[in-house]
């Protein structure tokens, strides 16, 4: 059944910024993703040898900068063991900010995005100070609120690495007012790991617990854990397929009672990632065989604005506006 559609509180999260047009995590990004419809900048927070939280979607960053065309760099690409992976190239905590201020961010996913690589070159790896300067900026100049949306990403490894990354970001917020409980533009905090969500909880921000669909994750999406996981987070943001999963052809199923379970339980419901070329979108969905071109992407939000969720994270937030819009135009 649908919601009421008198107030649009279905929240646009910009997924790395509007990382379908630009090169993910980069003020261009995060600006184009707010100025065509998002409500949040969502951003992935790792740490630097000189302990800054900069903006890059892993600690290893070869495959979105130009690091490797750097020679001074060369001696520092190596291998490391991260949440139990083994990662080769350069990592973010092996440089001081100003050598990572030398290198330029480049698009992640260059055979599914090649429009985007005509911007490689163009942006430096951002700040968190630099991204809450820009969701100011864009609050005054649009005259809504834009949010922002911080993961701490990986931070049992950043400890390992003598790096927290919850210490920095709560002193930065502080600075900027945004702890509290009425913050200067709306927060979200996010991660995967629970206790850095309850080292958080000083913000007086509202936590957001991320989950995959690993067999390890779905002891916390019963009812019984999501009751466990409202008393240290406000709302979860599960993988998509968590709320409507797919069958062997590729379809979309029936929705799961995710959503309701959660609602139940308290918490608000924010799924990722919705992308709108071929290549991520359901089979059911997609418009031809190539994985670059735009799918059906409007009918699957559709189907989880039904599904009753609070809010998407999106690569393309201005699919995610209109077909918000349309959604909420219609009876």
């Known amino acids: 059944m649908r919601r009421n559609k008198q107030e649009p509180s279905i929240k646009i999260i910009s997924h790395r910024g509007a990382s379908g047009h630009r090169p993910e995590h980069t003020l261009g990004s995060y600006e184009l993703g707010a100025r065509v419809g998002g409500d949040f900048i969502e951003i992935d927070l790792v740490a630097t040898k000189d302990h800054r939280l900069v903006a890059r ?102 400890v390992s690495v003598g790096l927290d990354l919850e210490p920095p970001l709560i002193e930065v917020l502080r600075a900027h007012g945004l702890a509290g409980p009425k913050p200067a533009v709306p927060v979200f905090l996010q991660s995967f790991e629970a206790e850095s969500l309850k080292k958080l909880a000083e913000t007086e921000l509202p936590l957001v617990f991320l989950t995959g669909t690993e067999e390890h994750w779905q002891r916390h999406l019963t009812p019984e854990g999501l009751a466990e996981v409202a008393t240290f987070a406000h709302a979860i943001g599960p993988n998509k397929d968590s709320i409507i999963g797919r069958d062997a052809d590729g379809n979309l199923t029936e929705p799961t009672t995710l959503v309701d379970d959660a609602h139940a339980a308290g918490l608000l419901v924010h799924p990722y990632t919705f992308r709108s070329e071929n290549h991520f979108l359901p089979a059911d969905l997609r418009s031809g065989d190539d994985p670059t071109s735009y799918g059906g992407f409007a009918a699957e939000y559709e189907l989880f604005f039904d599904a009753g969720v609070d809010g998407v994270f999106s690569d393309h937030s201005r699919h995610a506006f209109l077909a918000r819009e349309i959604y909420m135009q219609e009876g």
Do not use: S
Request: proline share 8%; glycine share 8%; hydrophobic share 30%.
């Open 57 to 158: 979607h892993e600690p290893e960053i070869g495959g979105t900068t130009d690091v490797a065309d750097h020679p001074e760099f060369a001696d520092r690409r190596t291998t490391k063991v991260i949440d139990g992976e083994e990662h080769t190239g350069w990592f973010t905590e092996d440089f001081t900010l100003d050598e990572l201020k030398t290198l330029r961010a480049t698009e992640r996913i260059p055979a599914i995005r090649p429009d985007n690589t005509a911007h490689d070159g163009e942006y430096e790896i951002p700040t968190l100070e630099e991204i809450i300067g820009l969701a100011e900026r864009l609050t005054a100049e649009l005259g809504r609120p834009i949010g922002i949306y911080p993961e701490t990403k990986h931070p049992e490894y950043h």
